[in-house]
């Protein structure tokens, strides 16, 4: 699950939720979490239109596994 759509379900910002992340770093290892990649995320693009923001965005989104929405869920 994209940080975008998973911060939207917890009704709170995407930044406010990687900032969370990153406080608590230890609970998310990579199984857990990863940032896309330059040629990942043109795929995603291509590939979904709800996602055309991303097209000229700087950074690239962090996606969740189904442990890391749980493990985010505990700590939001």
């Keep these: 699950m994209v940080d975008r759509d998973l911060a939207e379900m917890y ?6 939720l990687n900032q969370a992340v990153k ?3 230890n609970r998310f290892p990579e199984t857990f979490r990863f940032q896309l ?3 990942e995320n043109t795929e ?20 969740f596994t189904k442990q890391g929405v749980v493990m ?3 700590i939001l």
């Design 11 to 16: 009704g709170v910002g995407t930044k406010v």
């Design 37 to 39: 990649d330059q040629i």
């Design 23 to 25: 406080r608590n770093v």
């Design 44 to 63: 995603l693009v291509t590939n979904c239109d709800r996602f055309a923001n991303l097209k000229h965005s700087t950074s690239f989104p962090y996606v």
């Design 72 to 74: 985010i869920s505990s």
